[in-house]
């Protein structure tokens, strides 16, 4: 069985790429946990602008936000946040 493939859109690229050394490892890993399981449920969902259903998961201190496209394989990554930020 082919594994489902990570896609970063690019505000969450963005997010990743300026965070610190600790914080790229542990989101990178949240990542790769939830590659390994593409049919997971977030905490809450939120529809995007084309009516999509998105789950968003509450990790520690982070919110990411992603939808599922099985017919591709694929993680689609929306938004990466800090879930305390004022």
């Not at 399981?37 to 009516?51: I, K, L, T, V």
């Not at 939808?67 to 990466?80: F, G, K, N, Q, T």
Request: aromatic fraction near 6%.
């Amino acid at each position: 069985m082919r594994a489902y493939e990570i896609v970063l859109h690019e505000e969450a690229l963005a997010m990743l790429a300026g965070g610190t050394r600790p914080t790229q490892r542990r989101l990178l890993r949240l990542l790769d946990d939830l590659k390994t399981n593409p049919f997971r449920r977030g905490d809450f969902q939120e529809s995007d602008a084309d009516g999509r259903l998105n789950e968003v998961l509450l990790v520690d201190d982070w919110l990411v936000t992603f939808w599922s496209d099985h017919a591709a394989r694929e993680m689609r990554i929306v938004r990466l946040e800090k879930a305390n930020e004022d």
